[in-house]
């Protein structure tokens, strides 16, 4: 908070106007580091619906790394560049008030005094909390949090020349042990436990000349930044209890209104257009690629903002462990200078999820995800992934991703994918009889040509061979011609488009996904036939209260019926929620459902808890089985929702018109 308040006030801001921004600044505010989801480039929006959890590790020589914080901080540094009026490098002696942020060398365990550089980036550094904020790097220094070293610099201030000091301690009180309940508390009570100890030294240096003011903080700590307009009076009051002896130093009412007349800077933005911009600190990634993805462009006018949201954007390519911008004026041109520091654990990355599912009636599944990514193979962005699923739907999935363009606008991507899994087929008058069970498999290889669409979709026609297994593994000996072996070989196209702001809680934006595979004996295939499918969703919030509108559909194009063993399953949450999962097995669907979400609670740096409610409706095909369900149905349901470390929550009831209903928990997307 020092470097907050002395950064901005020295910087010539107003009380009035600092007191405004801070009421502004929260918690989730400074720990959104990435951009909005619309703004991030299309394939890492793809992975967003895989059931990951955690961070992403780096992996190297057999080990796995992690960041070096919780929080990047480009996110902060966007709101600490409102709060410091000064942009760009100063000397902060010139500053309308000398100003020093005091940060620690964590190489070193040192004491560092910044007094020049970008104000914002010195203010960022003195407030890194170790493990949760990102190290700042600046002149080849690693630096943290200030008050591990010196928390109430006393010393500091007399060695600019202060003949008075007047020190704010807040003081370092340990946390009780039912606050000490998450990864930011344990780094918290660390910094408490270090601070306390040089925060005695500079106390006792104090003299009768100088002034302590000691505000009462009680339960308010280092880390509430949700409620810091609650903490001002608390520092006011604290203030007129020395009253007396800043009385002291005090100016007549007229000269200090002249004396601040002074310090108080106006600043209006500096729009003028950028000449140049280039990107330093570049080791694999392309340049060219990373001015691309910015909005921010040579030749127009500036906007800080825009820069900003650049930033942001930048950094949610997920190259880069810290990003930030300068603006370098020469003698006749302007440069931007983005300084990007590419992840140190980087650039081969892991990750792991999982999912859960029962229906309460014996129907239970899980699934266990880890997934690993080579970036920048070459200067073009060339990169190979591969995902393992083990599981109730085992699945083996390996592409490699290649541009043929620096701003990646054309791609060419050949995979393989193999999967196993497990089809359950009901009939019986209403469609919950489980007729038979199926032990499904397919292996395919594939070469795709593409487009992205930057941020908003991807569209991509390619070649696919392999081969499909369906074997019976329980049920009726009527289905037993089901029992086989099909060859694959096809044409596949899918648009997909994507400016949904969350993949689990949609509440602004839409998603579009629309495929057709065309099988053909000319290919290799066992039939020729073809298979569209679709889904759209599009969602709208007031306030708290969200509706979404979905449609979904598939089926065969061009003549041919689809085969039996390729007819569309439908059922489960939120794709007609009274049915069991698979229980729907026809030759087309066309489906539309309304939903409507409220959110009840909102959650440090999660989406909160929802309650919801939707009402689906479907014109189902010819059923798999003679006795299966086919015309329109109708289903509606109830849900709570939350957002978890885990991934999201959901507990529902679905109930169908024709009376079938279901009880359902998921952890994991749906």
Known sequence: MGSIVGGSYASGQTVAAMTRDVANIKTELLARDQPPREEIAIRLKKDDWLDFIGPQFGYRDGSLLLPKGAISGVGLEAVLRDLALAKGDWNFDKLPIPFRAIATDVVTGQMTVLKSGDLAI???ASMSVPGAVAPVQIDGKMLVDGGLTRNLPVDVARAMGADVVIAVNLGTPLLPRDQINSALSVALQMLN???????????????????LILPELGSFSAGDFDNMPSTIPIGEAAARKVADKLKRYSLPPEQYAAHRQRQVRVIVQDTRKVDEIRVDGLER??????????????????DVATLDLDMRRIYGREDFEHVSYRLIDGPDNRILAVDAVEKSWGPTYMRFGLSLYSDFRGDNGFNILASV??????????EWRADLQVGSNGVLFSEFYQPLTPDQFLFVAPYIDVQRGVEDI??????????????????????????????YGE????????????????????LAPLDFTRDIGAVRTRLYLDQLDNVAFPRNGFMLDARLLSQSTRLGASDTYNRWDLRLLKAQTFGEHTFQVALAGGGAVGGNALPLYDYIGYGGFMRLTGYREGQLRNDSLAYGRLTYMNRLLKLPLLEGVYFGASLEGARLGTPLVPTGIQGNVGSGSLFLAIDTPLGPAYLAYGHTFDGNQNVYFYLGKR
């Open 373 to 382: 990514r080579r970036t920048w193979l070459n200067k073009l962005g060339g």
């Open 459 to 478: 569209l991509r026609i390619g070649l696919q061979a392999g081969r499909g297994e369906y074997d019976l593994q329980i049920g009726s000996p009527l």
């Open 426 to 455: 009901y009939s019986g008058p209403s469609g919950d009889n489980l007729t038979a069970r199926y032990n499904v498999g397919a292996a395919v290889v594939g070469f795709d040509i593409g487009s992205q669409f930057t941020k």
């Open 122 to 124: 010195a203010m960022r």
């Open 193 to 211: 436990i270090l601070t306390e100890q040089n925060v005695q030294a500079s106390l006792a240096s104090l003299t009768e000349k100088d002034v």
């Open 285 to 302: 990634v392309n340049e060219e690629v990373v001015i691309q993805s910015m909005a921010t462009s040579v030749g127009e006018p500036l």
